[in-house]
């Protein structure tokens, strides 16, 4: 298994480009979500979903979309990009989350994106 | 004020010594789960634990349910542990599942 993929590592924006940040998981997990993590503060959930044609807001999910068309993949979407938006991004996966037990997230590597 | 708190932010040790990072939760939680980043950003899932305490190798995850606090302690540790440790509470149940991050502690061993 691969386990969890995110492309592109790196990739720099200019303000207003709009990009989508690709994540896909073989390990047909359920749950998926992506996360931004920023100097000094803890990673911050941005969308997730909990199976396929379903999604939701995270704590900071403006200026992302989110769609969920197949287990296996989760695409972030920055429609507009702005500098607040330089971060870190994790995707990361799990099995279903509802049956009455907790399971260990999977995190990919990382996308690393500079707006300017 | 983060509901996760974790401490000491940064900690510095020599190769050898035994270490424990603390996290300490406000809320309720269905799990803590401790996470190891090296530097370079991966991030990988070290234990889960929703009482008791878990052992892997060096690695001693405790929690106390009724205190809401967790620790991670490494035992004989090694340069090769040096990273960020980052605890989150999870919180989940119906329709409803929150995972909360603390900060981080960054954690250097030097030989």
């Known amino acids: 298994n691969a386990g969890v993929t995110q492309t592109p590592k790196f990739q720099v924006l200019k303000t207003g480009q709009s990009m989508t940040l690709q994540c896909a998981q073989d390990?047909?997990?359920?749950?998926m979500s992506w996360y931004r993590q920023d100097p000094g503060m803890g990673l911050r959930l941005i969308h997730y979903?909990?199976?396929?044609?379903?999604?939701d807001q995270g704590e900071v999910p403006n200026g992302y979309n989110v769609s969920r068309s197949t287990t296996e993949d989760f695409p972030l979407r920055l429609l507009s990009a702005a500098p607040s938006q330089t971060s870190v991004y994790f995707c990361?996966?799990?099995?279903?989350?509802?049956?009455?037990?907790?399971?260990?997230?999977?995190f990919g590597p990382g996308t690393r994106l500079t707006v300017t | 004020k983060n509901e996760v708190e974790q401490s000491p932010q940064n900690l510095t040790a020599q190769e050898g010594e035994f270490i424990t990072i603390n996290c300490s939760y406000s809320?309720?939680?269905?799990?803590l789960h401790w996470l190891q980043q090296h530097p370079g950003g991966g991030i990988v899932s070290l234990f889960m634990?929703?009482?008791g305490k878990k052992k892997h190798g060096r690695l001693i995850a405790t929690i106390n349910i009724q205190e809401k606090h967790s620790s991670l302690h490494i035992t004989a540790s090694h340069p090769r542990d040096s990273a960020v440790y980052i605890c989150?509470?999870?919180?989940?149940?119906?329709?409803?599942?929150?995972?909360?991050f603390g900060k981080g502690t960054l954690l250097t061993v030097n030989p």
């Open positions: 634990l929703s009482s």
């Open positions: 809320v309720g939680i269905s799990a």
């Open positions: 979903s909990v199976g396929a044609g379903i999604t």
């Open positions: 990361a996966s799990s099995y279903n989350i509802f049956r009455a037990r907790t399971y260990e997230q999977y």
């Open positions: 390990m047909n997990h359920e749950y």
């Open positions: 989150a509470a999870e919180n989940s149940g119906g329709s409803n599942y929150k995972l909360t």
